[in-house]
């Protein structure tokens, strides 16, 4: 037993409930006696009468530490590891076990009972826990069947926040994110399930970190994934076609980029290239930069022709199709494909005017050039 009179007086301020006052008592106590378990154990309890679990935790440890037998610190371990939503840590800390040192409550056989009790209520928590985590991610499967990305993904979130152990969270919120065009948060999420359970989920992991570095345009990497892919899974079919695309993709990422030119993603809707043909028209306009250098004028009529030519193919289904499917700008105006509008001489300007020239302009420009241009500029080329 423990014999320090600022122990005793801690004690019974414990039994009155008088917790802040105890925790003073005890660490005069523990001051005196840094060896002592028993002192840290009750500190720990008075702790944790307060909710400072964390704190008694600590105590806790530091107890069982000095003392390995000291049954009634693993049971103060798994009381605060439970407080702190750690029930798996909580059972196995209640697995502590020892013959019991004696305390100065002489209360070894309780500890024993209560410890008993905690891995029950750390074994029930954790199986609570997991129950709620599976509700979310079956919440999160329903929202991303009916194509409701954004409430699929924060179920998922919510998935992994009770239960951040399982793989299958950050994998699921990954799909979710990856239809929200959020390539760079679907990557790391596919790589946090890789990391969290490399064997059990490899396959489907490396099949989404390569979606999503396909969306994120890192074309080699994403290769590399679907190879490593079909290795793991050599008779799933999907991944060779999946294989075949990003190679396609690689390919086209060689060619001038028409989305960007004109400013946007390509996943675009109609709307957004007209929008986004209206901006760069109007940025690279050359009556905007008819008092330039003759290097930024001709830079401005280049880039002027370009943002014409994107929109003539973005803005034509067929055209569209066609590039989308990897086929060159000039297989396209060049007819290589076949049918389509065969517009192989497109003057930018008429293309500016009938998207409707400067705000109440009407296109602003006579006989075809650049009314603010000394001689105007004829822009009647082929590509």
Known sequence: MTNNPDNDAGKAHFKARRFAEAIECFTRAHASLPNDALVLGNRSAAYSSLGQHSKALADAQAAVALDYAYVKGYY??????????????????????????????????????????????????????????????????????????????????????????????????????????????????????????????????????????????????????????????????????????????????????????????????????????????????????????????????KRFKEVGQAFDILSDPQKKQKYDAGMDVEEINGGGGGGGGGHQHVDPMDIFAQMGGFPGGGGGFGGGGMGGMPGGFNFRHGY
């Open 76 to 301: 103060r371990q798994a009381t605060a590891l439970l407080a702190l939503d750690r029930a798996a840590e909580a059972a196995q800390a209640a697995e502590g076990s020892g013959e019991g040192s004696d305390d100065d409550d002489d209360e070894a056989e309780e500890a024993e009972q209560q410890q008993q009790d905690v891995r029950m209520s750390a074994e029930e928590e954790a199986e609570q826990r997991k129950a709620r985590a599976e509700a979310r991610k079956a919440a999160g499967n329903g929202h991303f069947k009916e194509k409701r990305y954004r409430e699929a993904a924060s179920e998922y979130s919510r998935a992994m926040e009770i239960d951040p152990a399982n793989a299958t969270y950050p994998l699921n919120r990954s799909a979710a994110l990856l239809q929200l065009n959020d390539g760079k948060q679907a990557l790391a999420d596919a790589q946090a399930a890789l990391e969290l359970s490399p064997g059990l989920v490899k396959a489907h992991a490396v099949l989404r970190r390569a979606a999503c570095r396909l969306e994120l345009e890192q074309y080699n990497e994403a290769i590399a994934d679907y190879e490593e892919a079909q290795q793991l899974e050599p008779n799933d079919r999907g991944i060779a076609q999946s294989l075949r695309q990003a190679k396609l993709e690689l390919k086209k990422s060689l060619r001038k980029d028409l989305y960007k030119v004109i400013g946007v993603g390509k996943h675009a809707t109609e709307s957004e290239i007209k929008k986004g043909y209206r901006k760069s028209a109007m940025q690279w306009h050359p009556d905007r930069h008819s008092a330039g250098t003759d290097e930024e004028r001709e830079e401005a009529e």
